[in-house]
């Protein structure tokens, strides 16, 4: 069943086409991982779903029938999530009072309530005594990490990743991938943009590649990696596999 | 000259003590009533793209490109033509609040527009509504960069209350002027007021550089 649904969407920075016609759709609990080059429209297109990148021209996008237009903020913003490149942590904040806040703010839990989940979740990827740091003593995968929890305290339908590992050091894009792990495995359903193919072929339900804001190719991970169609897919997987 | 300025400061020091006293109130008070309407004005400023945003725009550069001796005639003017008659002191604090809480909303406006898009964007994918997204994750990461500029503008306030000698406000430019009619020795009187001015605005100088060392080291700590 559709859980999520973007029809033909075209979206304009200025005189810049920077979605043209993308149309896909995907079911509860899969995994989208959308790749392409930079500069392909991989995070507007994400950006654009919780509108960070201002209205589309034309096109729709769907949650489970509700049209992404229509639906109040407060119930977008409740049902969608996102975690950015850049983790985007309230740098005043402990990492507690990070996660505490917009549950306590928006789901209008109380402090002792939104504290317990935070801490749970906090345990859940092992920074549990982290609770009271601030994020700058925190390492970037770390950061990250912390970033998650803020968003799943909310309990989103649907986890949008933009590139959540592409502003780490190496050594800790395994420990976020491995948070993300967990989370594909228990059914979470996500779009993410990244780079790490790896991931793309263990957990992506399907892959979609993109070029100059056009979608160029939508497979499974076995064939989008064994069998490209396209040969600007073929041309990127050699760039990004072989280098 | 030097023991002459001294001998009349001694001599007179009740007028220039009273004019002291009167500008530092008038600084303060006026530092007080810019911080509500600059803060204030920064911030409708910073989020407001419409009608408000527009009029406060309008407000900021007409402060910023008039003298502040004519803003200070204008409302002294100004005001009893509109029916609204206060003291020449209330008059002056008007003034000073006028024109300062143009360069506050500026400072708070700045301040603002340095913290990093994403500290909004996370804010907003969160949910966060505009009013906590500034009061809960704006506006506490600005205040600690911009209260140097904020306690700087407060030496600003107390070097302009002597444009308030203009409308014959008791401040410390008019106690020397005064000073100076009686004794015809304007050179040493205002040589006082002068000092007076240095005293002041330096160790307020001082105390601001003071802070910001201490802030930039706990940022320091906390980083």
Same mark, same amino acid.
């Given at each position: ?66 049209? %992404?237009?229509?639906?109040? !903020? ?44 935070? !801490?749970? @979740? ?19 995968? *770390?950061?990250?990490?912390?970033? +998650? $929890? ?9 986890? #949008? ?16 991938? *491995?948070?993300?792990? /967990?989370?594909?495995? /228990? /059914? ?14 263990? @957990? ?24 490209? !169609? ?14 | 000259?030097? =023991? ?25 008070? /006026?530092?007080? #009533? ?51 008659? %206060? ?48 009061? !809960? ?12 500029? +904020?306690?700087? *503008? ?6 302009? =209350? ?31 007021? $002068? ?8 160790? #307020? ?19």
């Amino acid at each position: 069943m559709t859980f999520f649904e973007a029809r033909n969407v075209n979206l304009y920075f200025g005189s810049f086409h920077v979605l043209r016609d993308v149309s896909f759709e995907f079911g509860k609990g899969d995994v989208l991982v959308v790749c392409g080059p930079s500069g392909s429209g991989k995070s507007t297109l994400i950006r654009s779903i919780n509108r960070l990148a201002g209205p589309l021209a034309s096109g729709s996008m769907s949650i489970q029938g509700c049209d %992404l237009k229509s639906l109040p !903020r407060r119930d977008l913003y409740r049902r969608i999530g996102m975690v950015f490149q850049r983790f985007n942590l309230f740098q005043h904040l402990t990492v507690l009072e990070n996660i505490a806040l917009p549950q306590r703010r928006v789901l209008g839990r109380s402090r002792r309530e939104a504290a317990d989940r935070a !801490r749970a @979740l906090l345990d859940r990827v092992g920074l549990v005594d982290k609770a009271e740091t601030y994020p700058v003593r925190l390492s970037g995968g *770390q950061q990250q990490r912390v970033a +998650i $929890c803020r968003t799943l305290a909310m309990e989103p339908e649907l986890l #949008l990743f933009d590139e959540p590992t592409s502003a780490l050091d190496p050594e800790m894009v395994g420990e976020v991938l *491995q948070v993300m792990r /967990g989370l594909a495995s /228990g /059914g979470m359903t996500m779009i993410v943009v990244t780079h790490e193919m790896g991931f793309a072929r263990e @957990l992506g339900t399907e892959i979609l590649f993109m070029e100059q804001g056009q979608v160029v190719e939508r497979a499974p991970p076995v064939d989008f990696f064994a069998s490209p !169609r396209e040969a600007r897919t073929r041309a990127f997987l050699d760039q990004i596999l072989h280098h | 000259m030097f =023991t002459t300025a001294y001998d009349l400061f001694w001599q007179y020091r009740d007028v220039y003590l009273r004019g002291l006293a009167n500008a530092l109130t008038a600084a303060a008070l /006026g530092l007080v #009533l810019s911080l509500c309407v600059g803060v204030l004005a920064g911030i409708v400023r910073f989020s407001s793209r419409g009608i408000a945003g527009r009029i406060i725009g309008i407000y900021v550069s007409v402060v910023r490109n008039t003298p502040m001796l004519v803003q200070v005639y204008f409302i002294y003017f100004g005001l009893p033509a509109l029916g609204i008659t %206060l003291s020449a002191f209330a008059t002056g604090v008007v003034a000073l609040t006028f024109n300062s809480g143009a360069y506050i909303a500026e400072i708070t406006r700045g301040g603002l527009a340095a913290i990093p898009q994403g500290q909004t964007e996370a804010a907003m994918a969160l949910g966060l509504n505009q009013r906590v997204l500034l009061a !809960r994750v704006l506006v506490p990461q600005a205040a600690p960069t911009v209260l140097p500029a +904020i306690t700087g *503008q407060f030496v600003q306030l107390i070097k302009d =209350t002597s444009l308030l000698y203009t409308i014959a406000v008791l401040e410390i430019t008019k106690a020397a002027d005064d000073v100076g009619n009686e004794t015809y020795q304007f050179l040493e009187a205002y040589l006082v007021s $002068c000092v007076i001015y240095v005293v002041i605005c330096a160790v #307020l100088n001082l105390l601001v550089d003071q802070y910001e060392r201490r802030a930039g080291f706990s940022r320091h700590r906390r980083v």
